[in-house]
């Protein structure tokens, strides 16, 4: 199962369905209901969606669902982390390329549009730059 974090604040919430977060019928005169948060809206295309985290926490993330590819860089806390690119879920073979961060070290790691995802362990943060 992959990790989608944007999806725990609606779980949390209780928003198992539309209607669930003010998703339903539209009221009979046509106008909104301003008592009600709108379902989903469509943002304008140079507006960022929420939809993709805009950082990696421990995690792993599939490529074109839940991150986009591109150059994503860390600065290890105080203790080591992780990070793992990968062609495939579940199977040791699927690691493309891995390495881990000493405290204080700063990484890039380009995720590219092949990859299938990316694996975050042990607290980094991870930016698209």
Do not use: H
């Not at 990790?3 to 369905?17: D, F, H, S």
């Not at 669930?20 to 005169?29: F, K, R, V, Y």
């Not at 990696?56 to 860089?73: F, R, S």
Request: charged share 15%.
């Amino acid at each position: 199962m992959t990790y989608r974090p944007y999806l725990l604040p609606l779980v949390a919430a209780g928003c198992l369905a539309l209607a669930a977060c003010g998703g339903g019928s539209p009221p009979a005169d046509g106008l909104p209901d301003p008592t009600t948060t709108p379902a989903a809206t469509t943002p304008a295309a140079d507006t960022p969606t929420t939809s993709r985290p805009l950082e990696l926490t421990d995690g792993i993330y599939e490529v074109g669902a839940d991150i986009l590819p591109g150059t994503y860089a860390a600065t290890a806390g105080s203790r080591p982390c992780y990070w793992a690119r990968l062609r495939s879920f579940g199977q040791p073979s699927s690691i493309i390329a891995e390495d881990n961060l000493e405290p204080g070290e700063r990484q890039q790691v380009t995720v590219s549009p092949s990859d299938r995802g990316f694996k975050a362990a042990n607290g980094c943060r991870w930016r698209l730059t």
